[in-house]
């Protein structure tokens, strides 16, 4: 079947990018349904895939299980996360411009505006232009240019590699493996840090019915981020009244965006899943306790905090390195999963399920 064509749906046929002869976007707004289930294909700014609907065949997208007894485990054992310490040339010019460090809110400005712009790269069509530019050079022998160009290509590639091809940020068969399995009917979802939303989305689509609220004190995430998200994304969740495999879409979510510092939300423990992703990495150790009490807080009894932090793994530190200008703008840790769960437990949580997925480390907890 050829996936551009949605036949019930009026789809129609996307004009063909010319430097790379794949479809661009989309041109309507759910071009995918249940009969594409099964698929995945790559478009010029992400992936969308539609593979493995059925839960139980999810455990290979995550490496679970690795600690027996979180009780015993101790820091001695695990070591101490890694920081990731070469910023952004952008914190810097600000530093100088206003003889101060970069407050911690402006660094999420600066942050959230730059990776937005990764995302809405058309990676092929830069990649192509880049290596033109890159022959030019060479042939004029402006050196210094060339090494520029080279330098940019490097980004694209890696920024290629990490989200399009192997789609490692947004792991949509890492995150189900990771989310799968709750006992939760129409949850009321927080996200706290929300940036994009991504993983509430999700959440919602395998748990549908209930309602999410997004939090993020940058409202260019609102605007943006969230704003801007690709409406023809396609999520794998359920069919609540069937049981049966079935694809989302963001705008068929109950959701909302609360533009606010987390520290200021005057909600009670009224959620049943309170979620972060690559939020508790960016508090040093004397600031985590009060980070990681931000998902107890509004958590129902019996409710779930589920967390993610980017891996301690080479992969990792080589997409912040070569990435730098674009992601270094705030204080960042790496850390293995045993680091992030011994942070949990000993801050009053349960671990009921932790493991690997592409990128990130992640959490299912309860409150002790
Ligand atoms: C690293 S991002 C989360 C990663 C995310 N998945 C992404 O795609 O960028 C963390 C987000 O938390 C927000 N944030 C940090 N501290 C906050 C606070 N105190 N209150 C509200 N939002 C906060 C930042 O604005 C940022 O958008």
Not at 320 to 326: I, Q, S
Request: with cysteine.
């Amino acid at each position: 079947m050829d996936p551009h064509r949605n036949d019930g749906n009026a789809f129609i046929d996307r004009p063909t990018d010319r430097s790379t002869d794949r479809p661009t976007a989309p041109l309507i707004d759910h071009p995918f349904d249940e009969s594409h289930i099964g698929q995945t294909e790559l478009f010029d700014n992400y992936r969308m895939d539609l593979r493995t609907p059925n839960a139980a065949d999810l455990d290979q997208f995550i490496d679970d299980d690795i600690v027996k007894d979180w009780a015993t485990l101790t820091w001695k054992d695990v070591g101490k996360p890694f920081r990731v310490v070469n910023y952004a040339e952008g914190k810097r010019r600000w530093e100088e411009r206003n003889g101060d460090t970069l407050p911690v809110h402006t660094s999420w400005e600066m942050f959230n505006r730059s990776f937005h712009e990764l995302f809405m790269k058309n990676v092929p069509q830069e990649r192509a232009e880049a290596k033109r530019k890159l022959l030019r050079n060479v042939s004029s022998l402006h050196w210094n240019q060339a090494a520029k160009v080279l330098g940019e290509l490097e980004e694209l590639t890696i920024w290629n590699m990490a989200h399009r091809t192997e789609d490692a940020i947004w792991d949509p068969r890492g995150k189900r493996a990771l989310f799968r399995g709750l006992d939760v009917d129409k949850p009321r979802i927080l996200f706290l840090g929300a940036a994009d939303g991504y993983e509430a989305m999700q959440l919602y689509s395998m748990y549908p019915g209930g309602e999410v609220v997004l939090v993020d004190y940058d409202d260019f995430c609102r605007t943006d981020r969230f704003g801007k998200f690709p409406v023809h994304y396609p999520f794998l969740g359920v069919n609540p009244s069937t049981g049966a495999p079935k694809v989302w879409y963001r705008e068929q979510m109950n959701i909302s965006f609360l533009v606010d510092d987390i520290r200021n939300l005057d909600f009670g423990p009224e959620f049943d899943i309170v979620v972060s992703v690559g939020l508790i990495e960016h508090f040093p150790e004397e600031y985590k306790p009060e980070a990681i009490d931000w998902h107890r807080k509004f958590l129902k009894p019996g409710g779930y905090a589920i967390l993610t932090t980017p891996r301690l793994q080479w992969r990792s530190r080589l997409f912040y390195h070569v990435l730098a200008e674009w992601m270094n703008y705030t204080y960042r840790e790496l850390m293995t999963v045993q680091q992030m769960g011994l942070y949990l437990y000993e801050n009053g949580f349960d671990i009921l399920r932790h493991g690997t997925i592409k990128a990130h480390n992640g959490i299912i907890a309860k409150v002790r």
